[in-house]
DNA sequence: ACCTGAACACCGTTCAAGT
DNA sequence: ACCTGAACACCGTTCAAGT
């Protein structure tokens, strides 16, 4: 290292940040899966010694739910207006690819994966169209639970296809759409 | 070891097999999570060397698939004759404590645990119930795959109460059940 | 047949320096 | 401030013996 201009982003090619040590990372779990992760190989692919490392997360763990939040920002998208079926029917969709992405290998780290930024904003966008629909809050947040579970479980078994997803969506949507009917769980206008 | 009758299985405290080193590997997730289980711990737990575990498991991999089969083996109950909606909830309610017992330690190897020849009987009961529902045969695997990533992913989850999963569940069929009635996958009586 | 040692090639991480 | 070395306490696993 030869150095930049002081109080800046280091600006050569063997400069550390964090997203440069999360890019490498993700390359290597796309490549050979998450066990395939270790300091001293995301190193070696930095050019740099493992210990560097350590100057950009606290440990190990810290770095891979750093990856992790970072995939589920990536592709949770903000729901679009319209029918409140077809908006969670979309929010959730691209849940289950961030999810189920990355060869399934963040699948192991899902316990964790549930409480990053990208998720809670997902969980308000949920409730704000179950709200819309006309969930009362309590009946909209055992809904919310139910419908992540069914998202979370068909992105962990992975075989699914997108239409099959869709297909148990639309019955699940079906069964709380009744019940909202059934005025049970409604809220008033 | 000093050794007992000869051809028998060796009834010493000290003698090794599969399901003693199992039954200390369940007890160490218990006290400390999935990833504490090392050949080396349960070698001193056994009070044994590290490499007669090799005896018994080819690798730490079929190890640990070994002892998630055991516990979706032990908890998986046969479904009892009934209602299919009843029984459909008490089998998927069976395996979602399997799945996400032992601290959700489990969860970490969902996918692996999903070939499990406990799974497997799992899915050949509840396509049994689909079907005497009515469910025509691809229409009813359809609606498996669905049902057990709801459950799935309700024990990856892992806050749910077993109300609230019956609450979703509940949703789930009843919009597996107007699919039913409209007639469209409903089988030939 | 079943278990012992020693050894090899890895880990994550602490600690003391270097510049 | 940022990176380097060396070292420590672990890993899973191979290989050659022991009894």
Do not use: N
């Not at 979309?90 to 963040?106: I, T």
């Not at 409730?127 to 998202?151: H, K, M, Q």
């Not at 869709?166 to 809220?187: F, H, K, Q």
Request: aromatic letters at 6%; glycine letters at 12%; charged letters at 30%.
């Amino acid at each position: 290292m030869t150095g930049g201009a002081d109080k800046r982003e280091p600006a050569r090619p063997s400069g550390l940040s964090r997203e440069r040590i999360l890019e490498v990372a993700s390359a290597v779990v796309e490549a050979d899966g998450l066990e395939a992760v270790s300091m001293r190989r995301l190193a070696q692919a930095l050019d740099v010694w493992p210990m560097a490392l350590y100057r950009y997360f606290a440990d190990k763990d810290e770095l891979l739910d750093a990856l992790v939040a970072r995939a589920t920002d990536e592709v949770t998208r903000p729901a679009a207006r319209g029918p409140w079926r077809e908006r969670l029917a979309a929010l959730l969709g691209s849940a289950r690819e961030a999810l189920g992405g990355e060869g399934l290998g963040l699948g192991a780290r899902l316990p964790r994966a549930l409480v990053t930024p990208g998720v809670a904003r997902l969980a308000r966008d949920g409730l704000g169209i179950l709200a819309d629909a006309g969930f009362e809050p309590e009946a909209g947040a055992r809904a919310w639970r139910v419908l992540l579970s069914y998202t979370v479980g068909f992105a962990a078994v992975g075989g699914g296809e997108g239409e099959e997803f869709a297909y148990g969506l639309e019955r699940l949507l079906d069964g709380l759409e009744s019940e909202l009917r059934s005025e049970a769980v409604r809220s008033a206008p």
